[in-house]
């Protein structure tokens, strides 16, 4: 039973857009904050978005805050985070996870507040 699996990762040009998809388990929405972060080669893990239903709280990195958004389907268990224009920065590989807490942080996202991981999806930004 995998918690959580990404998809929708691929190869894209400076400027275009992207949808990432994270499959959940049931309920997850309804119970948990659910947050993607994203990591590039050699550098630390870092938190993109998180989307809480139950609370309706949202956080969105500054980097992003113009260019992504970050929804969510409860009835389904899908999340999601569409990208627009894409740079080549936002290269790497893009994990959903799972809130420890009901709600979204909005001083910035923690890993140590996410307890389960999926494997990620590959995103890359070509120039």
């Known amino acids: 039973h995998v918690p959580l699996e990404e998809s929708g990762g691929d190869l894209v040009q400076t400027g275009e857009s992207l949808r990432l998809s994270c499959k959940t388990a049931?309920?997850?929405?309804?119970?948990?904050?659910v947050a993607w972060f994203r990591q590039a080669p050699g550098r630390a893990r870092e938190g993109v978005a998180c989307l809480s239903v139950s609370t309706g709280s949202k956080y969105l990195a500054e980097s992003v805050r113009v260019r992504f958004t970050v929804s969510g389907d409860n009835a389904e268990n899908l999340m999601y985070l569409q990208m627009s224009d894409l740079r080549p920065d936002d290269t790497g590989v893009y994990f959903c996870?799972?809130?420890?807490?009901?709600?979204?942080?909005?001083?910035?996202?923690?890993?140590?507040?996410?307890?389960?991981w999926g494997p990620g999806t590959q995103v890359t930004v070509s120039s």
């Open positions: 996870a799972r809130g420890v807490h009901r709600w979204c942080g909005s001083a910035g996202l923690r890993t140590s507040d996410f307890g389960a």
């Open positions: 049931p309920d997850t929405l309804k119970y948990h904050s």
